[in-house]
């Protein structure tokens, strides 16, 4: 067992686990990967040798995170999120991204060819911080911003780490490198509600939140 898990929630795109695992593969070194499925999905995905394979319901992202890294995080000290829309370039990724996590908890993140260092669309993060809190980003958001919180509570607790020679490509249709399907569309849908509600928690509950990695750690 390494280290490091790589979750990788997946639907309806089943030639991306091929080419998301072509690159992690070849380029990782102290990681292990787990492909999350929908129920009513999964039947057209490939089993690969070296994968952990998890089925759930066909939930929101969020929602599929925070199972995961609940049932891992007590097994690995460090738990990333990389979407299955992602090509893993640079060699020795994750041992360069747990790097400044090994002596303090925090948030690490490469750059993503499309958001860079402005938001870590994709993490790794301390399972320290996820045992804390409870859960990988707040429960009331379905997709978006969970980046933000990711880059907010990294921010706050003084150790969120960028890697701009770190290459992680993100293959979006807002930067014209793939076509809108419908899993961007689900994605998209709750984008408005999960503004709302992450304001919502950062005006309410984040200061808690922070106070409480802080209670764990010399920061």
């Not at 067992?1 to 991306?16: D, Q």
């Not at 049932?71 to 991204?97: E, M, P, S, V």
């Not at 400044?100 to 958001?115: E, Q, T």
């Not at 793939?178 to 509600?197: A, C, F, I, M």
Request: a negative charge; proline letters at 4%.
């Amino acid at each position: 067992m390494n280290e490091t898990l790589v979750i990788v929630p997946s639907r309806g795109r089943p030639k991306n686990q091929e080419k998301f695992l072509e690159y992690f593969f070849k380029n990782s070194v102290v990681s292990d990967v787990c492909f999350v499925l929908d129920a009513d999905d999964e039947f057209k995905y490939s089993r690969f040798d070296r994968v952990i394979y998890e089925i759930v319901e066909p939930f929101m992202l969020n929602e599929k995170l925070n199972i995961i890294s609940a049932k891992y995080c007590d097994d690995y000290r460090f738990i990333a999120f990389i979407g299955d829309d992602h090509l893993l370039q640079t060699y020795g990724w994750d041992q360069t991204l747990i790097s400044p996590l090994l002596k303090k908890i925090g948030i690490s993140y490469a750059n993503d060819l499309y958001k860079k260092e402005e938001l870590p669309t994709c993490s790794v993060i301390s399972s320290e911080i996820i045992k804390c809190l409870g859960y990988m980003a707040p429960p009331e958001l379905k997709h978006s911003y969970i980046d933000k919180f990711w880059l907010d509570l990294g921010t706050a607790i003084n150790n969120i780490n960028y890697f701009d020679n770190v290459i992680w490509e993100h293959i979006h249709p807002d930067n014209k490198k793939t076509e809108v399907d419908p899993t961007y569309l689900r994605g998209w849908s709750s984008q408005s509600q999960d503004k709302e509600n992450y304001a919502i928690y950062k005006n309410t509950r984040f200061n808690e939140d922070v106070k409480k990695i802080k209670e764990i750690v010399e920061l």
